[in-house]
């Protein structure tokens, strides 16, 4: 059977293309889990998320960070904010964070795409 260079095409594109998209809306609700650490507080126990993708780690002059987290050198992307909701220990080893990560890598994908609408 011959496909053409069209069939070729279309098969290159389609191995290339993830199967499902992340999902900002869901991962906003997911996020409501996040805000009884995370908000805008001066007593919160977190950092504020808000412009977090992008950010150098440990880098906000109002909180005070782990030692660990001020040296991990990170500037948070989609890749290690991924990571580091997946095993938030192991991406950081020595943090202060009180949360074991999400066992689902779709909820850990899904918050990644909320946090670059969350400014």
Not at 39 to 45: I, R, Y
Not at 68 to 86: E, F, G, K, V
Request: proline letters at 4%; glycine letters at 10%.
């Amino acid at each position: 059977m011959h496909r053409g260079r069209w069939g070729v095409a279309v098969g290159v594109i389609f191995l290339a293309t993830p199967v499902f998209a992340a999902d900002a809306g869901r991962g906003k609700d997911l996020f409501t889990a996040c805000l009884a650490c995370h908000t805008e507080h001066p007593d919160a126990l977190g950092p504020s998320l808000k412009g977090v993708v992008g950010r150098k780690a440990g880098s906000l002059d109002d909180f005070r960070y782990s030692n660990a987290m001020t040296h991990s050198n990170i500037t948070w992307n989609d890749s290690n904010l991924r990571d580091y909701l997946r095993d938030p220990q192991a991406t950081v080893k020595g943090n202060h964070m009180p949360f074991s990560g999400f066992a689902d890598a779709s909820d850990a994908d899904d918050v990644v795409a909320y946090l670059h609408s969350y400014k």
